[in-house]
């Protein structure tokens, strides 16, 4: 017997899936040597502590108060507390930290500094005295991540902790890093104004073992992208200086630099969407005449392979000018145009220059295959207004197959659209709204936000009421306040409007989106006699793992493209179907035989 009483602070299917992990939770504590005191610093209540660096503080985080709110709607919070490691007395830092939004501490190397972010603006606290000093203050610029369309309250832009003499603190806004001062009374651009040209640092390459924060009497190096171009590149930012430098920047992507202990000898990879990913050395700081030092898939000229990709520009029906990858099929002639998959989940742009090999992933897409067979694949960027992810989905994915067939790449004639998860979501939800496809396929798809919304993500145990309300659902409050909004975005409210032939993937043990989402889609258009497979594997999850199955589900999916865009002859299973008698039949006949012959 189990017991949901609407008090819990967790799901009891939640208490189940977290079980052995709650029974095997270590407790961090601390003992003194000198003093032969043994104190236990985390307790039920506070089970998140991180011992500072010199170990003369720790930080405690409490969101008991807050937890089952935090379930219900995933707005987090947390209480912070400030752990003498000398007395093991506990002291109230911050009490209901906004934590969906991160609402940690970063630490600086000396043990007795943190910076924090609250409401837009990043702070800095003394732990010794309780000191507080505006950061960000005196710099005219957002820290809100403007990329960032989530229901979260003023999301932050990326926090680089702090220098190794802990006298400054490093910060991005949404394009140029800063390096602050501790009192925040001194601010300096590292990287000069990049909002004008739509670069950013995404992320600083740790090269220096056992660092403990970022040494500026060292040269430190960073992996830099241009928002516009998707073009990559590395930057120095030399010893001792306040500029960073871009060594080079183009139409490649770059691994992360691997220094020598004990030389000036650099190794970082590079490749493209036509280039697997191979290694370069240079024994210069700044990189300079770097050789070559491998190959890498030696016998990719023997198979069809892309011919390489196009940036798209294009504005969507909200107004916003928007992005998309249409990379080209293998042997592609200038002038003709190709069937294309359009495939979609966020915004994926980013990865232009991203190398793809062949293989059968567990939602069964693979573009270079797809490339590699004669088609066009288009990836379009998606940008979410509250309350209407799938209409947003239209707004943006609709114009952007519009651009592509404008480049004269795209066969109009002769598009389809896939996606699994919440891209199955939205290439269910596109096709009730949109004839611009011939074809769909939607793997693990949602179909209906209002039931959706309260049942359970059975991989963590929790609700999807969470996800909704502060994650990819984008769906706020509850459909009982929110009626309109909920059944405008859902598949199945819309249903006699689907035109477009449609390939499902859901599996019986969805763990993700529960598989009578599927079920509710499949039975509601083969009602309204809607062409319509559905394919089940028995025992899967929310993305397909068994070997054979990847094959299967991968093989199927082509040849139901090929069949709608192509004009090869329909695969049994989708102009017929499987009648199961007659399958288990056929297997007994082929077990038969195959013992005869043995």
């Known amino acids: 017997m189990i017991i949901w009483n609407w008090q819990d602070k967790r799901l009891q299917s939640a208490q189940q899936t977290q079980e052995m992990r709650d029974k095997n939770f270590n407790y961090t504590s601390s003992y003194r040597i000198t003093d032969k005191k043994f104190t236990q ?53 911050f009490e209901k930290m906004y934590a969906t939004n991160g609402g940690r501490l970063s630490l600086a190397p000396n043990g007795k500094l943190a910076s924090y972010y609250v409401d837009g603006v990043f702070y800095s606290i003394n732990l010794e005295n309780g000191q507080i000093a505006n950061l960000t203050g005196k710099i005219k610029s957002s820290f809100v991540d403007e ?51 739509k670069s950013t640092i995404m992320t600083r390459l740790r090269l220096y073992p056992y660092e403990k924060g970022t040494d500026l009497s060292k040269d430190q190096y960073f992996m830099v992208f241009n928002n516009d171009t998707k073009d990559m590149g590395l930057a120095l930012l030399p010893a001792g200086k306040s500029k960073i430098n871009v060594l080079f920047s183009d139409a490649n992507a770059y691994g992360g630099i691997n220094k020598a202990e004990k030389a000036n000898v650099f190794v970082y990879t590079k490749s493209n969407a036509t280039q697997s990913p191979v290694s370069y050395v240079s024994t210069s700081a700044n990189l300079a005449n770097a050789k070559q030092i491998n190959t890498n898939t030696p016998d990719q000229s023997k198979y069809a392979w892309t011919s390489g990709v196009k940036l798209l520009k294009y504005v969507s029906t909200y107004g916003d000018t928007l992005q998309a990858a249409l990379y080209l099929p293998a042997n592609y002639v200038e002038g003709k145009s190709y069937p294309t998959i359009t495939y979609i989940y966020e915004r994926l742009t980013d990865g232009l220059n ?62 389809a659209i896939h996606g699994h998860s919440w891209g199955g979501y939205q ?45 990819q659902g984008r769906l706020t409050p509850g459909y009982w306040d929110n009626w309109d909004a909920f059944a405008r975005n859902s598949p199945v409210y819309h249903i006699k409007k689907v035109q477009t032939p449609l390939l499902l993937l859901h599996n019986d043990k969805d763990g993700a989106v529960d598989f009578t989402q599927g ?37 199927r999916m082509m040849e139901y493209f090929d069949y709608m865009l192509k004009g090869k002859p329909a695969p049994e299973w989708w102009s017929k179907g499987v009648n199961r008698l007659d399958m288990e039949k056929h297997l007994e006949t082929r077990a038969f035989s195959e013992a005869e012959e043995n």
Request: glycine residues 8%; charged residues 20%; hydrophobic residues 35%.
């Open 147 to 197: 990329m960032d369309d989530h229901n979260v309250q003023k999301p932050a832009t990326p926090n680089y902790g702090w220098s190794a003499d802990s006298k400054y603190a490093l910060v991005m806004d949404n394009n140029d890093l800063w390096k602050i001062s501790a009192d925040g009374k001194s601010v300096t651009s590292l990287t000069d104004n990049w909002k004008v040209k």
């Open 354 to 415: 991203n190398y793809s090999m062949p293989g059968y992933p567990g939602g069964g897409f693979n573009k270079a295959l797809y490339l590699s067979n004669g088609y066009a694949v288009l990836e379009p960027d998606i940008k979410y207004k509250l309350n209407d992810p799938g209409m947003s989905s239209v707004a943006c994915v609709v114009p952007a197959v519009k651009a592509a067939i404008a480049t004269g790449v795209v066969d109009e004639k002769n598009v």
């Open 427 to 471: 290439t269910s939800f596109l096709i009730t709204q949109t004839n611009i496809f011939k074809a769909a396929a939607a793997g693990a798809p949602l179909t209906n936000m209002i039931s959706m919304y309260s049942l359970i993500y059975w991989n963590s145990g929790g609700t999807n009421q969470a996800i909704f309300e502060a994650s």
């Open 41 to 93: 610093l985390a307790d039920s209540n506070m089970r998140s502590v991180m011992v500072a660096p010199k170990q003369i503080y720790a930080i405690g985080y409490d969101n008991n108060n807050y937890e089952l709110s935090g379930n219900l709607d995933g707005q987090s919070y947390t209480d912070i507390y400030l752990i003498d490691l000398k007395t093991g007395v506990k002291k109230r830092l």
């Open 519 to 555: 079920i509710e889609y499949y039975n509601g258009l083969r009602r309204l006699n809607k062409p319509v497979v559905m394919i089940t594997y028995k025992g899967e999850n929310h993305g397909i793992a068994k070997t054979a199955n990847r094959k299967d589900y991968a093989v």
